[in-house]
Every structure is written in structure tokens, then in C-alpha cells.
Antibody
Framework: QVQLVQSGAEVKTPGASVKVSCGAS????????IHWVRQAPGQGLEWMGW????????NLAEKFQGRVTMTRATSINTAYMELTKLTSDDTAVYYC?????????????WGRGTLVTVSS | EIVLTQSPGTLSLSPGERATLSCRAS???????LAWYQQKPGQAPRLLIY???SRATGVPDRFSGSGSGTDFTLTISRLEPEDFAVFYC?????????FGQGTRLEIK
């Protein structure tokens, strides 16, 4: 089954960091790049950036530069997104989504999301 | 960045009716790289339409997309009970990728 399997919900205190994983199955991991999108409670979708799973290069939305690191482990078909210096504004569901290597950046497959709650 | 404005915010219709959702961009969308997603409560978004008018795999043909430049439309020809959800447009013609704020389609 083609899917992206994300890690479980996290509860963090302000100032902490969180690392979310996104495991690919049912397709060749290196045939698609991984993007990250988040959604605050009751709000819309916000694009965070993407990682080229072959080159490891990343491109982040400006507001996340300096706080987000995207990595991948091709041996286990998994991508990661780490967000540091958490505040309550970072409480959201974090999704990973795939994009074909040579296709425009629409997301044809999404993970089910990881809820990150930031609370003291 | 390109700002996408969706209208209406909420659309109340009955099953069997036709739904028309709008997405307007603050600048022309390069190559009409505009997608539509459906999101139900507690679920991830689902791709419906890409490149403004191409239907994604497995999407029923009652869903159609149209438009170009700055004005785009998602049409659902005859609403089924399972169609009621929140719909988002997304532009991917220019970085950063941006999404509209969503249109909630609710049962009247």
C-alpha cells in the first residue's frame, strides 16, 4: 500500500524542540521529494519547505529559516522535520507530502499528520 | 508571495445541487499551477485537481477545475453526501507555495 506513515503525537514545553518522522512505503522513496505542511487548530494550511531526498538539499519558507531542519535516511525510507525553539504558535498538525522528482509541486500523497502540542 | 483568496467562506447546499468554489490569486499563477484539495475532519487533505483542470487519480468526474491567470474555479456538478468538507486551493507556480484560506461546504 502506497502511504506515508508519520510518527505519533508529541507534547512539548515552550523552548523545546520536536522531530517528526515520515516513513514511505509502497513506492520508491527516492522517486519523490518530501514537503512539509502544517495546520494550526481550526486554521488553514501553511507550507514549511521541502527536502530533495536524493541530494539532501532543502528549501524552507522564510519564516521557518533558522528554526527548521529537514533530513532524510534513505536506508529506511524516512524523512524528518525538526522544529526548534517551540512556542504555543507552533501547536499544529504537521503533515508530510510527496512530490514527484520532475512534476510540479502538487501533493498527490499525504501522511495522516502528527499533532504537536506546545504547552507549559 | 502569492496570496490566494477563496470565496465564499462557507457554502450551504443540498445533495444533488451544483457547487461552485472560487480561488483568486494576487498575481498571475505561473503555468496555471493551481491545485484543489478536499479535507474532511481529522483527515489529511486529498488532491482533487492539479494544473488547474486535471483530475487526480480516482477522483470522480463530478469534480472539475477551470480557470487561468488569477481566477480559478472548482465545480462539483451534483453533490453527493460524502462531498461536504473544506476545500483549499494551492498555487505551486512560484515559491513559496501558498494555500487559500479554505471554503467550507456544508449541508443545507
Amino acid at each position: 500500500q502506497v502511504q506515508l506513515v508519520q510518527s505519533g503525537a508529541e507534547v512539548k514545553t515552550p523552548g523545546a524542540s520536536v522531530k517528526v518522522s515520515c516513513g514511505a512505503s509502497g513506492y520508491t522513496f527516492t522517486d519523490y521529494n518530501i514537503h512539509w505542511v502544517r495546520q494550526a487548530p481550526g486554521q488553514g494550511l501553511e507550507w514549511m519547505g521541502w527536502i530533495n531526498v536524493n541530494s539532501r538539499g532543502t528549501n524552507l519558507a522564510e519564516k521557518f529559516q533558522g528554526r527548521v531542519t529537514m533530513t532524510r535516511a534513505t536506508s529506511i525510507n524516512t524523512a524528518y522535520m525538526e522544529l526548534t525553539k517551540l512556542t504555543s504558535d507552533d501547536t499544529a498538525v504537521y503533515y508530510c507530502a510527496r512530490v514527484g522528482l520532475t512534476t510540479p509541486w502538487y501533493f498527490d500523497l499525504w501522511g495522516r499528520g502528527t499533532l504537536v502540542t506546545v504547552s507549559s | 508571495e502569492i496570496v490566494l483568496t477563496q470565496s465564499p467562506g462557507t457554502l450551504s447546499l443540498s445533495p444533488g445541487e451544483r457547487a461552485t468554489l472560487s480561488c483568486r490569486a494576487s498575481q498571475s499563477v505561473t503555468n496555471n499551477y493551481l491545485a484543489w484539495y478536499q479535507q474532511k475532519p481529522g483527515q489529511a487533505p486529498r488532491l482533487l485537481i492539479y494544473d488547474a483542470s486535471s483530475r487526480a487519480t480516482g477522483v470522480p468526474d463530478r469534480f472539475s477545475g477551470s480557470g487561468s491567470g488569477t481566477d480559478f474555479t472548482l465545480t462539483i456538478s451534483r453533490l453527493e453526501p460524502e462531498d461536504f468538507a473544506v476545500f483549499y486551493c494551492q498555487q505551486y507556480g512560484r515559491s513559496p507555495i501558498t494555500f487559500g484560506q479554505g471554503t467550507r461546504l456544508e449541508i443545507k
